[in-house]
């Protein structure tokens, strides 16, 4: 008996149960296969020889998925940068995924690489989980310069929003590995989420929207109006400024009252779903102005014009019965609240304006949430848009009686 072998014969005890070992030193069990010409041990995490055998079978049937992989095996000279590539190219090329992901998921891999360096040339076997766990504690408090269009820049810590999906990057890729066949187990699997944290909104009142509205179309820009037009449309509408984009003029039913709401024509609206919305007589009245008084897009021949925000994608939506001409107008709305002196609001604040006047206004949460293209009944409704002013709060007390 060779040396080698007798420290395996003083390691290990195998067990009745086929498969099945127990490391003598630590007490615990693992499971034994051969995969792909290797022997492969794998813990089951336990001591107990019940709790071992009752997790066996589903690590059984994962090694058989390993072996399966044969075919796809990677070179052991792949690094993580090559397995980041192989991941973004299934993601370009998922019919599934709109363009708008993609961009999203090569942000975190840019994120990925930049806050660990030494990461894109290293080889995933030689990734450890605690350097995982310690690459997540770094950029979880990693300090970022943010600020809109970079004039207004200010430090801030990475977004939990932006430091899950990160994440959920980071093991995307070691999944690719073990497709590949170049590891077991996903080192960054014991990587906790973080809470995204609520963003306290602060609304303008109904007088304050007027004003801004009326400051906005009163600007001067050739664009005036028409951001006009998309600021009241997104408030009274509910819409996504995504959903906004591709809203025309035939898709608004005045003698029903109704809009509908399909989004992009490949991948629809956020949740893929298409809707009908019931219009409200603001919205009624500016569908009804846009209708009768036209407004003009510029040609395809126009250079694009960044004036006052709006980012005109001539070429697109000229010839086309778009109901809105311009497709954003985020410095237009930062101008009039700086001038009126009112908190600033972005487009999809107008959405929660939407829906706060509607809850306000005594609509109930399961029609607001239909409106908004919710598909959970209410839920997440009740959590994001349950909030309402301080006025209408205290309204409310006062009519409460004992």
């Known amino acids: 008996m060779t040396t080698k072998t007798k420290k395996k014969a003083t390691t290990w005890r195998k067990t009745r149960t ?37 997790k066996l079978p589903d690590t059984l049937k994962e090694f058989a998925k390993m072996g399966r992989r044969k075919e796809n095996a990677l070179p052991p000279e792949t690094t993580m ?73 200010r430090e801030t810590t990475t977004s939990p929003t932006r430091y899950n999906n990160t994440v959920d990057t980071l093991r995307h890729i070691f999944e690719e590995a073990i497709e590949g066949g170049l590891i077991f187990e996903n080192p960054a699997s014991s990587i906790e ?25 009163s600007s001067g820009a050739w664009c005036a109006r028409e951001c006009g037009d998309l600021v009241e449309f997104l408030a009274y509408s509910g819409c996504r400024l995504s959903e906004a984009h591709h809203v025309c003029i035939e898709h608004a039913d005045l003698e029903k009252g109704t809009l509908w709401i399909e ?34 897009t510029r040609k395809p021949s126009d250079s694009e014009d960044s004036l006052a925000g709006v980012k005109i994608r001539s070429a697109r939506r000229h010839g086309k019965n778009y109901l809105l001409v311009v497709t954003e107008c985020q410095r237009a709305i930062d101008s009039a609240c700086a001038k009126l002196k009112i908190t600033r609001i972005t487009h999809h604040d107008l959405r929660h304006l939407f829906a ?3 809850i306000e206004s005594g609509t109930d949460i399961p029609t607001v949430s239909r409106w908004l293209g919710h598909k959970d009944g209410g839920a997440l409704c009740m959590k994001t848009y349950g909030h309402l002013r301080l006025d209408h709060e205290e309204a409310m007390a006062e009519k409460v009686e004992f």
């Open 193 to 217: 989420k973080l809470k995204p944290r609520s963003k306290r909104l602060v609304l303008p009142s109904r007088d304050q929207f007027r004003r801004l509205v009326r400051e906005i179309r």
């Open 81 to 153: 940068g090559q397995l980041s590539e192989r991941y973004l190219q299934s993601v370009r090329t998922s019919v599934k995924k709109k363009a708008s992901t993609v961009l999203y998921r090569e942000q975190t891999v840019k994120a990925l690489f930049r806050t660990w360096p030494d990461l894109k040339a290293a080889k995933p076997k030689d990734i450890s989980e605690a350097q995982c766990l310690e690459w997540a504690k770094r950029f979880s408090t990693m300090k970022t310069v943010r600020g809109h269009n970079q004039k207004k820049e």
């Open 356 to 358: 706060t006047r509607c």
């Open 263 to 296: 989004g992009d024509p490949i991948h629809s609206t956020k949740n893929s779903e298409a809707r009908t919305i019931r219009m409200i007589p603001p919205l009624v009245a500016l569908i009804m102005d846009i209708a009768n008084n036209p407004r003009t």
């Open 18 to 54: 086929g498969n099945l070992y127990e490391h003598i030193q630590s007490g615990r069990y693992y499971a034994v296969a051969w995969i792909n010409g290797k022997q492969v041990f794998r813990s089951l995490g336990t001591d107990s020889a019940e709790h071992a055998k009752a």
